[in-house]
């Protein structure tokens, strides 16, 4: 078993769909992480959550909506997107929020059409 | 916010080369972490710096924590074909409120047969 699990892999919606994305952590880490990955641009953080209380939400438009019902498991509740949102979210997870030592999942390839 | 140049962009080394890549930043960093990206995965940490002039080995891989504060660079001696993959430079900038982790762009190593 992986230390951080990301399904699905890859998820073709469109743009009136509502989907999630899932993560699992099973390092007994208290942060989980969702990042943004887009082409030619440095990973961006979009939501932190320490012991299951988000302590960060980097602007991210109300279209994405994360949900940490324990500290091994996080949602990104996904509705109305743009094909702009197209790109590989990645979730991570941390022994405690700061430390900067990330432990990633494979990410999840969101397409929007 | 703050942004990490990277550098370079790309390269492209015969096996057995030797690679360096490196990151600065406009401000002082107190942690320096370094993530290696293979295709269709999600980042791994490969060396994480956290003393300024801080050198510190991991295999072949070597990397250092800039005396200014504002750089960090990595090292990878007699590269081998699992070495290809996007380098990721991150920091943590030094001032209190504001340690959130920013990336860099990423340095793609290619290997020519």
């Known amino acids: 078993e992986t230390g951080v699990t990301q399904t699905p892999r890859h998820l073709v919606m469109g743009m009136t769909n509502k989907k999630s994305l899932k993560c699992e952590q099973h390092?007994?880490?208290?942060?989980m992480y969702w990042y943004k990955q887009s082409a030619k641009k440095p990973l961006e953080l979009m939501f932190v959550?320490?012991?299951?209380?988000?302590?960060e939400n980097n602007s991210v438009p109300s279209r994405f909506s994360p949900e940490c019902p324990n500290s091994s498991h996080l949602f990104l509740h996904l509705h109305t997107l743009q094909p702009e949102d197209s790109a590989l979210y990645l979730c991570?997870?941390?022994?405690?929020?700061?430390?900067?030592?990330?432990?990633f999942g494979e990410g999840s390839r969101l397409t929007v059409l | 916010g703050q942004q990490l140049n990277q550098s370079p962009q790309s390269m492209f080394i015969q096996e057995g080369e030797d690679v360096s890549m490196n990151c600065t930043s406009s401000?002082?960093?107190?942690?320096w972490l370094w993530y290696k990206q293979d295709p269709g995965e999600g980042p791994v940490l490969l060396i994480a710096l956290y003393k300024a002039g801080e050198l510190t080995s991991n295999g072949r891989l070597t990397a250092q924590f800039g005396i200014t504060r504002k750089d960090s660079f990595l090292n990878i001696s007699a590269s081998i074909p699992s070495d290809v993959g996007i380098y990721f430079c991150a920091g943590r900038e030094a001032n209190f409120g504001n340690e959130k982790l920013t990336f860099g762009t990423g340095t793609r190593l290619t290997i020519i047969p």
């Open positions: 401000s002082i960093f107190n942690t």
């Open positions: 390092l007994g880490h208290n942060a």
């Open positions: 991570a997870s941390s022994p405690a929020e700061g430390t900067g030592e990330l432990f």
């Open positions: 959550y320490s012991l299951e209380e988000r302590v």
